[in-house]
């Protein structure tokens, strides 16, 4: 039987002195943690929190279960109370003149924004160390050595594991919410794409793109995810009301009509288990399997044949959209803007060369090159278009297996009794890894850390991380839960019980004094 969940309750209020503490605590943990690029001046936070304190004195209704909760932000959604850098010397300066949907949203719930968090420059890692405002270093026991926090929300995994805030929001174009929650040994949910807005993030790779939510436990994740889950006409590519609800309407028909004939079936692919597997992820990933074998779930042997080309096609992908929307970023209309003059006949160079010489990093440089050749005459039909087939190869496999149409392309479409209702894989290849270990990487190694979470990207499906595992030097294992399109539903029930797996763990990740502030 799966353990029953007490229904989650809140002390209130938390009183100015104890905002006070709070901030001060937090920029005590920034200074070795760094996992903060801007921080919200104590008089506003204090002034938030009053306001959170006054409705409850008053009697007056919560704006939401999460009504003066401390949130993260990470640093390429825009806010306009604080700086919006993406981690970048291009936009160190820039102050947005509206929020992000997701922050709207947030604010009308009445959480506190109260940070922004440091992450790999435009989103473009895995460790979080590519960033403008130095690497983020996983919160550690002392005399340790030094852990990646993950990448490319590594700030945001960060502030969470330490205590510094009660949840984040993040984005996740091919991993870059799940691997840091792997990483931090916390929850790192990628929705299905469409159902969280996406205005007001700043693009890397606009088919890719999700904002994602990090945790604490699965229950926040759920009901934040519900909080953001709304269509947003200013973004394009946001599902309209009537899709969402002939989708989820059709959704629950189809799991009753199965859930009437069987018990879950749950899916487990022959491609993610490779030579590179750690013992110790192996050794999680059985014990998860065990477990759920346990609470009366089936466990099927699949295939998913193309996602041994997943890696490639991401790398070619999301390359080729950043090449484009970085562009924009020319010294003329807003971003850094090189000192020199327009042009400098001496030495050949011209603003527009100079600003994004000095303005972007190195590996945005370089993935910039990338995928501006990607997209030449010359290798758009060998390199992009490939891996555009590819991709959509990867979303047929998934189709394949899983019990679940997807709706969203075919309406028609019936459920299979014979497929499975979800995917559970290793989230990593390994715990983190030593930040030593990972500046001594080749970059082909580092773009192999995203093997695991790419294939769910490519096909747009929701997937979330959850650690079942943590030793004594407090290094996580995160098990990864994929989903159809759509199937939160699903997600949320199969996460939870790989959460039971150890009960006490979501409040106790690895560095057991930083407690999450309780309000």
């Not at 009504?67 to 993406?86: E, H």
């Not at 010489?357 to 990607?374: A, K, M, S």
Request: aromatic share 8%; glycine share 8%.
């Amino acid at each position: 039987m799966q353990t029953l969940r007490p229904t989650p309750t809140f002390s209130f209020p938390l009183g100015i002195t104890k905002a006070a503490t709070t901030s001060l605590d937090v920029i005590k943990k920034n200074a070795y943690i760094n996992a903060f690029t801007s921080l919200l001046p104590d008089e506003q936070i204090i002034e938030q929190v009053t306001a959170a304190d006054k409705r409850v004195f008053n009697r007056e209704p919560k704006k939401s279960i999460f009504d003066g909760r401390l949130v993260a932000i990470k640093d390429n959604i825009v806010t306009t109370d604080l700086p919006t850098t993406c981690g970048s010397d291009m936009l160190r300066d820039y102050v947005s003149p509206f929020d992000a949907t997701v922050v709207e949203k947030l604010r009308e719930a009445g959480c506190i924004i109260m940070g922004k968090t440091n992450m790999d420059e435009f989103g473009m890692g895995s460790h979080s160390t590519y960033s403008a405002f130095g690497a983020v270093e996983r919160p550690r026991f002392p005399g340790r050595a030094a852990l990646s926090a993950g990448g490319s929300s590594g700030g945001s995994a960060a502030a969470v594991v330490a205590g510094m805030c009660h949840f984040a929001l993040g984005t996740d174009t091919g991993g870059s919410v799940r691997l840091p929650a792997s990483y931090c040994g916390i929850i790192g949910f990628k929705p299905s794409y469409g159902l969280i807005s996406r205005w007001g993030v700043i693009a890397y790779a606009n088919s890719l793109d999700t904002v994602g939510i990090l945790s604490r436990e699965v229950w926040e994740s759920k009901h934040i995810f519900q909080l953001l889950s709304h269509y947003d006409p200013k973004d394009p590519t946001s599902i309209p009301k009537h899709t969402r609800q002939v989708v989820g309407e059709a959704l629950h028909h189809h799991r009753k009509a199965i859930d009437a004939k069987r018990s879950l079936r749950i899916g487990v692919p022959a491609e993610y288990n490779l030579e590179e597997l750690t013992p110790a992820v192996r050794a999680a990933w059985e014990q998860t399997l065990q477990h759920l074998q346990t609470e009366g779930c089936e466990i099927v042997d699949i295939s998913l044949p193309n996602t041994r080309a997943a890696l490639a096609a991401y790398y070619i992908l999301a390359p080729a959209e950043a090449s484009s929307n970085l562009a924009r970023y020319d010294g003329l209309r807003y971003g850094h803007r090189s000192l020199e003059d327009r042009s400098s006949p001496e030495r050949g160079e011209i603003l527009f060369a100079r600003t994004r010489q000095e303005g972007f990093g190195p590996e945005v440089q370089r993935r910039i090159i990338l995928g501006t050749y990607t997209l030449s005459s010359e290798a758009i039909g060998n390199y992009f278009l490939q891996a555009q087939r590819v991709r959509r190869l990867v979303q047929q496999d998934f189709d394949k297996v899983f019990a679940l149409p997807n709706l969203l392309l075919n309406r028609e479409a019936e459920a299979r009794i014979e497929g499975v209702d979800a995917i559970v894989v290793p989230t990593a290849l390994s715990r983190p890894p030593a930040l030593q270990d990972v500046r001594a990487q080749s970059h082909v190694e580092t773009y192999a850390n995203d093997v695991f979470t790419v294939p769910a990207s490519l096909a747009g499906i929701p997937s979330v991380s959850v650690p079942v595992d943590i030793n004594e030097k407090g290094s996580p294992v995160g098990i990864q839960v994929i989903t159809q399109w759509g199937d939160e539903k699903r997600l949320w029930k199969v996460a939870e019980m790989v959460e039971d797996i150890s009960p006490e763990l979501m409040r106790d990740v690895g560095v057991r004094e930083n407690k999450a502030p309780r309000l």
